[in-house]
């Protein structure tokens, strides 16, 4: 009797278990039923939200729904990343994170509220910002070798700006002073507006930024730009060198962008969702706007990403060990 038993609960737990499946299966057919919400963790009108705005309609007319952008502002994103971490892991609420929340928070920041390495699924990198290093039109060097020999000339005496404390330009601030051997000032504001004002008018006397605020600037006369943080040339500044060829080899640290699941969502629901975004990736009109916000489109896949990420959060581990760095 017992062995029946045994039979028919065994019978029973593997046709449960086949239905479940089948349930989890057909709802990544169906997928999506509803819009899909994509969490931007900055205020509107930003170069992220504008960046993820101009997406969600590519990513919309692939994936077959509605997808909705969603500013959730505050904390260095940290507000915004959050609210991701602990949403329903079911494919409807994505993350368009960077690398200041996904990278540089888990160690920077000490009581971080989620873990970007574990409470994630990727799904794909989606885009390059690279970085430039942009100086005062009145500041002597025109080269980053010249800055190099002007602050080892001048050593405590040259100011680099940030928009604030364990921003990304603070901390390329930080690897280029050890990378290049000099002993400069980091001058943290409340924002990157702030500091491009300053910037503009000498009150201090370099910083590294995303082209797209500083080209107005750079083409008034009021700023310069010596050298950009990319593996290559950009297409839009081709006289304009890279890191490497103007004497620091491998010295790349661009922002980026990547879209995100919450841990747990279905295998099946990522992969479309990766296939989508691929696609939305080749759209002209994407490329063309995006051109425009000197984003380079970049698809990858979700192991990829992953793996990115974590090579990333070591990069910046390696500096804060290298200064002594303690999360805040």
Request: positive net charge; hydrophobic residues 40%.
């Amino acid at each position: 009797m017992k062995s029946k038993n045994r039979k028919l609960f065994l019978s029973g737990a593997v046709g449960l278990m086949a239905l479940l499946s089948f349930g989890r299966s057909q709802a990544a057919d169906d997928y999506p039923t509803k819009p899909i919400r994509i969490v931007v963790s900055y205020a509107p009108g930003g170069g992220t939200d504008v960046a993820a705005r101009i997406f969600a309609t590519q990513l919309s007319s692939r994936i077959g729904q509605s997808v909705i952008v969603e500013n959730r502002p505050g904390a260095t994103g940290r507000i915004g990343t959050t609210s991701v971490a602990q949403a329903a892991p079911d494919g409807y609420t994505l993350l368009f994170g960077t690398a200041a929340e996904l990278t540089i928070a888990a160690v920077t920041v000490k009581s971080l509220p989620y873990r970007p390495g574990e409470d994630f699924v990727p799904i794909s990198q989606v885009g390059w910002l690279p970085n430039m290093l942009v100086a005062s039109a009145k500041f002597p060097p025109n080269s980053v070798k010249e800055l190099i020999a002007y602050a080892r000339a001048h050593p405590g005496a040259v100011n680099y700006g940030s928009g604030g404390n364990y921003s990304q330009p603070h901390l390329i601030g930080l690897r280029f002073n050890i990378a290049a051997g000099i002993d400069t000032v980091h001058v943290p504001y409340k924002g990157s507006g702030p500091m491009i004002t300053d910037l503009a008018e000498s009150q201090i006397q370099y910083s590294f930024s995303s082209p797209q605020p500083m080209v107005d600037l750079i083409g008034a006369g009021k700023l310069k730009a010596l050298a950009v943080l990319s593996d290559k040339r950009l297409e839009s500044m081709p006289d304009l060198p890279t890191m490497s060829e103007s004497g620091l080899p491998g010295f790349v640290d661009s922002n980026w962008l990547a879209l995100m699941a919450p841990r747990g969502t279905p295998q099946a629901v990522v992969e479309k969702l990766h296939r989508a975004c691929v696609e939305s990736l080749q759209a002209a009109a994407l490329l063309e706007s995006w051109k425009r916000l000197y984003i380079v489109p970049f698809g990858s896949s979700p192991q990829q990403l992953a793996q990115f990420i974590a090579s990333e959060t070591e990069k910046y581990r390696d500096l804060a060990r290298k200064i002594n760095l303690k999360p805040e």
